[in-house]
């Protein structure tokens, strides 16, 4: 059934380039910088993710940014001469970009006032907002109309969460997330920080727990409490090159939650950035939202 309206992303979602593919997803491609060269996060594409964190643990440092409003109206304005716009948004509380979102959104209602152009922040980012894209896209596909599948991504946006465990302080100090002495004494004692992503949009320390293995059996259990239902949504796996401990969530994950369809995929550029090599995220759909 073809729609009288685009679903369109960015790729701040982390949207697995295949499932990009197999939907015919519209992605926005969100620009970074790394040793001097700019590129755009085209999931892996110009620049695959296993070269990304070899760079980075090679020393780049990568450094991320936002798009301006003429960007936007490159991207928007060739769907509204034909269709409306349902535009998915990753969290306005993360970066400025989403100002530039809403002043080409109103420049391009002014030339086309018959149209309908919908913006959806969902104040998530990554994995989370993946899991809504796909939820949302399904409803898409069966021929919702835009403002009920806007609806339920306004209602449900916050049951989508990430705990992310960072492998290496050196990347959160860099970003200014932690102190040097912090950094420090965490390498030290093995401290593994828990980022989650919180109910405001912004991105929030959790816990620390000493040790890979001991990280890996705290997010599970805490992606537990939310009580995810393998029925509604897959359980996403991320990782920043780090594929043995992505496989090892994953079997934890189906060890604990029988039936759950759990996918391993990459964390992206922006994420990575400030992250670093050796993430890993752990991604659900929970029953009940964030408080």
Not at 41 to 52: C, F, I, N
Not at 197 to 217: H, P, S, V, W
Request: with cysteine; net charge negative; proline share 5%.
């Amino acid at each position: 059934m073809e729609q009288t309206y685009v679903f369109m992303t960015d790729s701040d979602s982390d949207l697995p380039f295949h499932l990009k593919q197999e939907y015919d997803i519209p992605v926005v491609y969100m620009p970074y910088a790394l040793d001097g060269k700019e590129y755009f996060d085209d999931l892996g594409q110009m620049l695959d993710h296993k070269s990304y964190y070899d760079m980075m643990r090679s020393g780049a440092a990568p450094v991320t940014s936002a798009l301006n409003e003429a960007a936007y109206m490159d991207y928007f304005e060739p769907v509204l001469k034909e269709k409306d716009l349902l535009f998915v948004a990753f969290s306005s509380k993360l970066s400025c970009t989403l100002q530039a979102v809403y002043s080409a959104r109103e420049k391009l209602l002014a030339q086309y006032p018959e149209r309908k152009f919908i913006v959806v922040d969902t104040l998530r980012i990554s994995g989370p907002m993946t899991l809504l894209v796909l939820k949302a896209h399904e409803m898409y596909r069966a021929g919702k109309p835009i403002e009920e599948v806007a609806s339920w991504l306004e209602e449900n946006k916050l049951r989508a969460q990430a705990y992310f465990i960072v492998d290496d302080l050196k990347y959160l100090k860099r970003g200014g997330r932690i102190s040097a002495t912090a950094a420090t004494v965490g390498t030290m004692l093995d401290l593994k920080p828990i980022i989650s992503e919180a109910a405001d949009g912004t991105l929030t320390a959790n816990d620390k727990i000493r040790g890979r293995k001991k990280a890996i059996a705290f997010i599970v259990d805490k992606m537990l409490e939310f009580a995810p239902d393998p029925a509604e949504s897959p359980i996403l796996v991320l990782n920043a090159d780090s594929m043995e401990d992505a496989e090892r969530t994953k079997a934890l994950v189906e060890q604990k939650l029988p039936g759950a369809n759990v996918m391993i995929e990459n964390v992206g550029p922006v994420i990575g950035a400030h992250a670093g090599p050796g993430t890993i995220a752990l991604c659900f759909i929970g029953s009940r939202p964030l408080a």
